[in-house]
């Protein structure tokens, strides 16, 4: 794509979309890529190590820590009394999340000091010389507990409702009710968290952090050492994954870093090891949801009423924007006529769960699957179909709960599209025929949609910022709000500057993301990164553009239509001049050649007290259709076939984009079935290392992975060349394996009833759940 004149755009070169390789694809797999640990240490760098609590819920009466004073290599210990601002890194302001305890300590692995050491080992071993007295506290550890009476809510429950949903439950032909079960996920990233700080004069911080949300970052640092903001640059070049693991929690140990360097007066840097890091930070918020759904003979849905508990942890965090999302999601893809959706976010003394992929949304999505499923069996219906009849169209059935008009349902559409090309009514019949003969192996077989709202729904965070400069000697420099976590962000930035002034990859730079140089910025969330930064980095070349047009309009006395940049060069009338030679002639005519660039999304609004607005800009669509086998006598399965097709409207680098779409499928395959997090009786998280808890492996993956693009279906939104995020949404199609799992067991009663098979779905559920399958049809 180039741009004429003003801006006004024109398809060229096979169009909008290209697949150009990671900015970073050479240095990720040569091992010359840096990360936080990577950065050469200075001479007289100090190395952090966090003490943490060995109590779920106490009073502390004592903390000794001559020992760990004493321990060769150590310079100081940090404590609660030491820090020089507020010892509060609350991300919502709520003041229940102090940096290190005071007093009272409400999880395992609640941190209660930091040593800081000349060697990374004088300071792990030291932290763990410490002697505290506890006087033991009650401690509610499961959200279990928490709902029968002992609980309390972390933040305000939210209720969305549009019509009478008992009422219509109530006289519907059918009602049924039930809970569904999903547990919690570790986040995993490759790069644990990592932070170095280096103080500089009068005060000045500059941090080095492995975190989605630079600004927020420099916040929780300066609120902690009592400086103002432009005192602290937070910088980012990248980081080796986040998930939303390092949203928020990747704030305490910057804090810890620049705390230890601005004590000492040295640079000091803190990496976690995985045992710590899985011990210390919050999860994936496990739910408990309960349902009551009314329906006909068709398997239409006349009212839904849910209640959505969710386990938060002991502070506030995110969850009260997570739970939030998890009910814009209850609906998923499906018109309820009448409806009304609950929150209940538990405090409990665990970690404190926090942002990861999805965002609440996908156990609000697993909930609207599980009735699709309740309702197929009691009428006897395909599951597919039964999803097709409830789907959302753009005529009548299209106000969500939260009343939000969807102006462009096409789940529809591309369900019915990947039910055909995937051949999904012949290999469920195959997979029947197949059942019937086998008595240990059985195959399922399930299509699942995604519908999944984009933007943040805390409207402030819709905004982003971007610095664009061109040097004289043509090339280009970007800087933008957004970090790169692995996604390709940085990569599509780039190739918006490719596209807008016609160069080559090797013109354009990006640069790591700095409080320094985009002040203000948004976390890299809510599958936001290039809708929000493409439009900021896109305003900001414009800008150049069109005093370049100016220019070269009247240096060369031609009408400004007439100046179009182009792959080759810019065409100036009749003539081609190079890039390089229009921007120094601009130069010399002292044409700036440097703007900020910003954007705020449009069109969205939202009112939690009433329950109402438009909380997303538009709604990214995907199908994903799953094949597995499972074996009844040990509970192990196997995803034999999956077919997905997704929605990424027009896309801005379909390589990257189905790279998303396929690990975001595998890691939402891997929540629902083999993810499993253990605490003991005193609240000490078990599978806190790779050893006990199982992500998928290479083995895992599907025998057969189709994964496609929509075509033709440019957003219909005026986002960054039309296209959508990829970066949640699929991580939904996970769910298509959890049913198709579901499908195979309810072969042993002969599709009688639902499994009601819970996540996740490891062999040991999958063996009770047959268990009782087998009861129920042998009674």
Known sequence: MVMNGRGEAAIVEGGASRSLRHESARLHVTGGATYIDDIPAPANLLHVAPGLSMRAHARILSLDLEAVRAFPGVVRVIMAQDVPGDNQISPVHAGDEPLLAEGEVFYYGQLLFAVVAETRYAARRAARLAKVEYEDLPAILTLEEARNGAGELVGKSLLMSRGDAPEAVRAAPHTLSGRVVVGGQEQFYLEGQAAYA????????????????????????????????????????????????????????????????????????????RDDDMTITGKRHDFAIDYTVGFDNDGMVHGVDMVLAARCGWSADLSGPVTDRALFHADN???????????????????????????????????????????????????????????????????TPYHMTVEDAIAREVMEQLANDCDYHARRDAARRFNRDSQTIRRGIALTPVKFGIAFTATHFNQAGALVHVYTDGSVQVNHGGTEMGQGLHTKMVQIAMREFGLREDR??????????????????????????????????????????????????????????????????????????????????????????????????????????????????????????????????????????????????????????????????????????????SGRLRTHAPSTYKIPACSDR?????????????????????????????????????????????????????????????????????????SRASG
């Open 333 to 399: 893809a499906y018109y309820y006529p009448a409806v009304r959706l609950r929150s209940e976010p538990f405090r409990t003394n665990t970690q404190s769960n926090t942002a990861f992929r999805g965002f609440g949304g996908p156990q609000g999505i697993a909930a609207a699957e599980r009735i699709m499923d309740e309702i197929a069996f009691a009428t006897g219906l395909d599951p597919l179909d039964v999803r097709l009849r409830n789907t959302y169209d753009t005529a009548s059935r299209n106000v």
């Open 198 to 273: 280096l103080p500089g004069e009068e005060g000045e911080m500059r941090v080095f952090s492995s975190t989605q949300h630079p600004t927020e970052t420099q916040h929780m640092v300066a609120h902690v050492l009592g400086l103002p903001a432009n005192l602290v640059t937070v910088e980012v070049r990248r980081t080796g994954g986040g998930f939303g693991g390092k949203e928020t929690q990747a704030n305490a140990f910057a804090c810890l870093a620049a705390l230890a360097a601005s004590l000492t007066g040295r640079p000091a840097r803190l990496r976690l090891d």
């Open 508 to 681: 354009v730079r990006i640069t790591a993301t700095t409080t320094g140089k985009v002040p203000n910025t948004s976390a890299t969330a809510a599958s936001s990164g290039a809708d929000l930064n493409g439009m900021a980095v896109l305003d900001a070349i414009r800008q150049i553009k069109s005093r370049l047009v100016s220019f070269a309009a009247g240096h060369w006395n031609v009408p400004e239509e007439s100046v179009v940049f182009l792959p080759e060069g810019v065409r100036v009338g009749g003539a081609l001049v190079s890039f390089t030679a229009l921007v120094k002639a601009a130069y010399m005519a002292r044409i700036q050649l440097s703007a900020s660039g910003f954007y705020k999304t449009p069109k969205i609004s939202w009112d939690a007290q009433t329950g109402r607005g438009r909380p997303f800009l538009y709604f990214a669509y995907g199908a994903a259709c799953a094949e597995v086998s499972v074996d009844l006598l040990t509970g192990e399965n196997r995803i034999e076939r999956v077919d997905i097709l997704h929605d990424a409207g027009q896309s801005l680098n379909p390589a990257l984009d189905i790279g998303q779409v396929e690990g975001g499928f595998v890691q939402g395959a891997g929540w629902l079935t083999m993810e499993e997090l253990v605490w003991d009786a």
């Open 702 to 774: 599907p025998a057969i992975f189709n994964v496609r693009l929509l075509e033709q279906a440019p957003n219909r939104e005026e986002t960054i060349f039309r296209s959508k995020a990829v970066g949640e949404p699929p991580f939904v199609h996970g769910l298509a394996v959890l049913h198709a799992l579901s499908d195979a067991l309810a072969s042993i009663d002969d599709y009688r009833s639902c499994p009601k098979l819970d996540a996740p779905a490891t062999p040991e559920q999958i063996l009770r759940t047959a268990e009782r399958l087998k």
